[in-house]
Antibody
């Protein structure tokens, strides 16, 4: 079955770069129409899309955060990495990765990882 | 690309029905039969309850149903149960030329 797990630092300082890794099993990112997305949720607030990457290396970024985000995949390791630069306390959130098929919203999600931005 | 609009909160008693709306535009909700609904309990990851407007993943009770009309999609939960108390989010496909998905603002369902 499909599973995903996020990993990375729990605490980052303002202006630092956040690097999160999504490690997954049960599917391959080399399979046509498969993708992995990153979504975040600040405490007590709504879900927010960040970035997507598809099997063909098509990458999509939230227009409001595009300048700060980079998403990459390592098919051989079954991993997707998200980098977010210039972190700010407002970026404090639980960060989720999720499996999706092209054109369909994600069904399978990781458990999420809480990232706190504070000096 | 703005978030879809949902009511901040809805409530109902056990056994009753509630409907949560999700309003977008012709560029998302109104343009595609591709709206999903998620249930999220505190501290948990979202769970897919409805996809493609009205389809239910395996294991989701048929008390959960979806529909849409114009630029507004709706999630109806009938026969409310205590465990239905959660946050609910809609998510719509928004086309392939920009970021392809957009979430709703979220609705807190309280079972009285």
């Amino acid at each position: 079955q499909i599973s995903l797990k996020e990993s990375g630092p729990t605490l980052v300082k303002p202006t630092q770069t956040l690097t999160l890794t999504c490690t997954f099993s049960g599917f391959s990112l080399s399979t046509t129409e498969v993708g992995v997305g990153w979504i975040r949720q600040p405490p007590g607030k709504a879900l927010e899309w960040l970035a997507l990457i598809y099997w063909d290396d098509d990458k999509r970024y939230s227009p409001s955060l595009k300048s700060r985000l980079t998403i990459t995949k390592d098919t051989s390791k079954n991993q997707v990495v998200l980098r977010m630069t210039n972190m700010d306390p407002v970026d404090t959130a639980t960060y989720f990765c999720a499996h999706l098929n092209w054109g369909s919203a994600p069904q399978h999600w990781g458990q999420g990882t809480l990232v706190t931005v504070s000096s | 690309q703005s978030a879809l609009t949902q009511p901040r909160s809805v409530s109902g008693s056990p056994g009753q029905s509630v409907t949560i709306s999700c309003t977008g535009t012709s560029s998302d909700v109104g343009g595609y039969n591709n709206v999903s609904w998620y249930q999220q309990h505190p501290g948990k990851a979202p769970k897919l309850m409805i996809y493609d407007v009205y389809k239910r993943p395996s294991g989701v009770p048929d008390r959960f149903s979806g529909s849409n009309s114009g630029n507004t999609a709706s999630l109806t939960i009938s026969g409310l149960q205590a465990e239905d108390e959660a946050d609910y989010y809609c998510c719509s496909y928004a086309g392939s030329y920009t970021f392809p998905f957009v979430f709703g603002t979220g609705t807190k369902l309280t079972v009285l």
